[in-house]
């Protein structure tokens, strides 16, 4: 082919793809959900009303001039429209965005009141008159709220709501809404599935990567406002002079956002540098010591937060597991938790900034059953803990299995700020191999009744606060970002991100409606499509439940992998923490008998759900395999074997991901081909997955059954 006939065939093809749209229309997931597609009929939202036409945002600062460029965008993809910026509402058809400090035509509106109640974060979106004109009015206390207001403004043309009659408030039910990073210093990130980690230490300072501001419009999105950047199994060099002006130049791009920087220490950090390369003791100091109640140490302290500060002057705080899987903490000293997290929490308190201290707690040398130690340690504390400090607890006892039952930390530290900590990467759900929806498991532990002040005592009356009247509130999600183009490896997974979010924002959605809004800002606005995509998503969790550990079962994964089964791993002649210590199988039965006849882990639980728990004929058949161990032909309420409906929960599993392979091919056509042949590609290893769950646990498990 000459030059002069590939270029003619070049035009060909472009003429092509623009006729088409298909070039534009290849979606490589890095947009999330905030694309902007343009509407099929755009005009019929606005049935009523004018179109917009200009948007009043009056007063300057970087976040007005995020606001400013949202609009803009949005309205140009969603509804083709090139809005322009004016001074006053003189016209029909204006969107005013303000406080009532940036804006007079907001005081004027007389919503002080309402205002007030919204608190700092809330925002109203109204249909209003403003100077005698028809207006929609974004109003709220704080220019970052507005922010919130107008993604808010954007999702409702985006899930196709009519904009005639709008009059929403809307506040945070939770002040801190964090993503926990547990990205190392060296770009890897400990159980991160999508890529290295999205900082560029090497870069940082000098070179910003347009990533980080992308990440923070996302996380303002959906209202996240803070995030904790560094493993939990921190490094102590992220507290060097050196990284803190690389933790600036992070935080400076995320205030716009409204997006807060915490990080992770370790708790040694004024210990000279560990000898041992890759160890988890050690620090940064010239410190003998790391004893909380050590004047040097405490100093120690006080100086490097100082040092922060100077820094990052709003910076949020520190997020420290301590005594936990080798990481140093006050307990090395011979003192308490408390001691731990109230001497940080005293060097951060001028500042306002908080302690987030874990209570992922387990000792193999010491706990029969490891469930029961993080109330053992941390409920005798309450009532010690400083006043800004954050007990955060994972939602189950153990550790992010496909299904716990709830933590029973929550409830009982009425005097205690509880955080909870949520985990959106997959660590035991198929990492971002498997389309697992997420916000179904979430919504059963915020929605589980800890009866801790009677009925109605759910967690997620534990974590707003509303409960135990709490001064401070929280939830965090593990991330499953990463350097993926997509973000999150599996396109699915972004789905978990922003279920978090939203439910960080907004406890009381429905799984089925964050579903919804993300289905239609993401793949179509079809209501077949968004049908079929929904069921799907719907049924994921409890069809990994299915295939990986059901009826109660738990941390039968590969060792250490967390991602295949290996129910036969066992450690002679120590058993604490295989798959044989928790399953329990042998030719009489199989679980864990967390019973009062067994480790007594009921007992944690308030009353009736312990007696719930306790009693087999009560127990939930979804946790039995969890308190209760079992022979092989116990009778299921089906009227089956327990070894029977282990079988059919195996076979249901692998069931379940068939209809989605099935049900995802219907949408060929119909939505991105890019995204269609992702996911297909995923569901396929899903599937062979499934069935290695299937074939291996039936087989280990019958050999004792049968
Ligand atoms: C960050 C589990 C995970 C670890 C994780 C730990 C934690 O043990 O497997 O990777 O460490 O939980 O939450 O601290």
């Excluded at 005013?96 to 608190?119: N, Y």
């Excluded at 193999?364 to 007990?391: M, Q």
């Excluded at 199989?590 to 009693?615: K, L, M, W």
Aim: charged share 20%; net charge neutral.
């Amino acid at each position: 082919m000459n030059s002069r006939h590939a270029f003619q065939v070049l035009c060909v093809v472009a003429v092509f793809f623009a006729l088409t749209g298909s070039a534009a229309r290849a979606n490589d997931g890095y947009g999330l959900w905030l694309n902007y597609d343009r509407l099929a009929d755009p005009a019929r939202l606005q049935t009523g009303r004018e179109i917009f036409s200009a948007a009043v945002v009056p007063s300057d600062s970087a976040t007005l001039r995020v606001v400013r460029e949202e609009i803009k965008r949005g309205l140009d993809g969603l509804l083709g429209i090139d809005l322009s910026f004016a001074e006053t509402v003189a016209h029909n058809g204006v969107i005013l965005v303000g406080t009532l400090r940036t804006s007079a035509a907001i005081r004027s509106l007389g919503w002080d009141t309402e205002l007030k109640e919204l608190g700092r974060e809330g925002f109203l979106i109204r249909s209003s008159q403003v100077n005698g004109h028809r207006a929609t009015v974004i109003a709220a206390n704080e220019e970052v709220s507005l922010l919130y207001g107008t993604f808010h403004l954007l999702r409702l043309i985006q899930t196709k709501r009519t904009l005639d009659k709008i009059d929403i408030a809307s506040r945070p039910h939770v002040q801190y809404r964090l993503l926990n990073h547990w990205d190392n210093m060296d770009g890897s990130i400990e159980r991160g599935y999508a890529g290295r980690s999205l900082w560029q230490w090497d870069e940082l300072p000098a070179k910003i990567d347009p990533r980080y501001q992308h990440y923070a419009r996302a996380n303002a999105s959906l209202g996240l406002n803070g995030t904790v950047v560094n493993n939990v199994n921190a490094n102590p060099i992220i507290l060097q002079p050196e990284y803190l002006e690389k933790l600036r130049a992070l935080a400076d791009t995320f205030r716009p956002y409204g997006i807060k920087l915490f990080l992770s220490i370790r708790f040694s950090s004024p210990l000279r540098p560990a000898r041992q390369a890759g160890s988890r003791r050690g620090g940064i100091g010239d410190l003998e010591t790391a004893d909380p109640l050590d004047p040097e140490v405490r100093q120690w302290w006080k100086d490097k937060v100082k040092e922060i500060y100077a820094v990052i002057p709003d910076f949020g705080g520190f997020l420290v597991k301590a005594n936990s899987e080798g990481m140093p903490g006050p307990q090395d000293y011979g003192r308490h938790h408390a001691d731990g997290a109230n001497m940080l929490a005293s060097a951060l308190k001028p500042y306002g900034g908080i302690v987030m201290w874990r209570a992922f707690v387990y000792d193999a040398k010491t706990d029969s059953d490891r469930a029961k130690r993080a109330y053992k340690e941390f409920v005798p504390l309450d009532g010690v803990f400083a006043s800004n400090v954050f007990v955060q607890a994972k939602n189950g006892p153990i550790d992010f299995q496909p299904r716990e039952p709830v933590h029973p930390l929550f409830g009982a530290m009425p005097k205690t700020p509880l955080m909870l900590e949520l985990q959106i990467t997959q660590e035991y759900l198929g990492h971002s191999k498997h389309l697992v929806y997420l916000a179904p498991m979430w919504k059963e532990y915020l929605d589980f009744d800890t009866h801790a002040k009677g009925s109605g005592s759910s967690v997620a009356t534990v974590i707003d606060g509303s409960l135990h009247d709490y001064a401070m509130t929280g939830i965090a999600g593990v991330a499953n970002t990463g350097s993926d183009r997509n973000w999150c490896g599996h396109f699915f997974a972004q789905a978990n991100w922003y279920a978090f979010g939203r439910l960080a924002w907004d406890h009381q959605l429905s799984a089925e409606t964050i579903a919804d809004e993300w289905i239609c800002m993401t793949l179509s606005r079809d209501e077949q499509v968004v049908r079929t995509v929904n069921a799907m998503m719907m049924g994921s969790w409890e069809a990994c439940i299915n295939y990986m550990t059901p009826l109660g079962l738990h941390h039968i994964m590969q060792a250490g992998f967390h991602y295949g089964p290996q129910p036969s791993y066992a450690n002679a002649p120590r058993q604490d923490w295989t798959s044989v210590y928790y399953h329990r199988a042998d030719k009489h039965g199989v679980g864990f008998d967390r019973s009062s006849t067994g480790s007594n882990a009921t007992s944690q639980y308030f009353s009736p759900v312990r007696e719930r728990f306790d009693n087999v004929a009560t127990c939930p058949e979804k946790y039995l395999l969890w308190f209760h161990h079992l022979p092989w032909d116990h009778k299921m309420a089906s009227g089956r074997t327990l070894w029977q409906e282990i079988q059919r929960h195996y076979d249901a599993g692998i069931e379940t991901v068939k209809q989605m392979q099935t049900t995802w091919e219907t949408l060929k056509g119909r939505i991105d081909p890019e995204i269609f042949s992702h996911v297909q590609g995923k569901l396929e290893t899903q599937l062979q997955d499934a069935t290695i769950w299937h074939d291996t646990c039936l087989a280990y498990f019958g050999s004792f059954a049968n």
